[in-house]
């Protein structure tokens, strides 16, 4: 049974930084694409960023593009997204998702396993 679970998410000023973590457990990691997605109250679930199995290949969303960074340590299971120059507007809650293909998506229908998601504000 896959089980992801989030964590580094918390309260934040506008301009601060914070590093979110996904440890993932009961799936072979290195051969799974991986994404990150937000929801802010009252909107849908959006994508954030997504990385293939080994890391060499990212995508962001055009909102987070040059302040967010995905990674994963496949080593320690392990996913990151690196937040810096953060904005009132990225409050939210923050899932990681696997999918079990190698390739990036963001599409969240690709996606078959959620974590319990970590909520992050930035107060202005």
């Known amino acids: 049974q896959v089980q992801l679970v989030e964590s580094g998410g918390g309260l934040v000023q506008a301009g601060g930084s914070l590093r979110l973590s996904c440890a993932a457990s009961?799936?072979?990691?290195?051969?799974?694409?991986m994404g990150w997605f937000r929801q802010a109250p009252g909107k849908e679930r959006e994508f954030v960023a997504t990385?293939?199995?080994?890391?060499?290949?990212?995508y962001y969303a055009d909102s987070v593009k040059g302040r967010f960074t995905i990674s994963r340590d496949n080593a320690m299971n392990t996913m990151y997204l690196q937040m810096n120059s953060l904005k009132p507007e990225d409050t939210a809650v923050y899932y990681c998702a696997a999918r079990p293909r190698p390739a990036l998506s963001y599409y969240f229908t690709d996606y078959d396993s959620w974590g319990q998601g970590t909520q992050v504000t930035v107060s202005s």
């Open positions: 009961g799936l072979t990691f290195s051969t799974y694409g």
């Open positions: 990385l293939n199995w080994s890391g060499t290949n990212t």
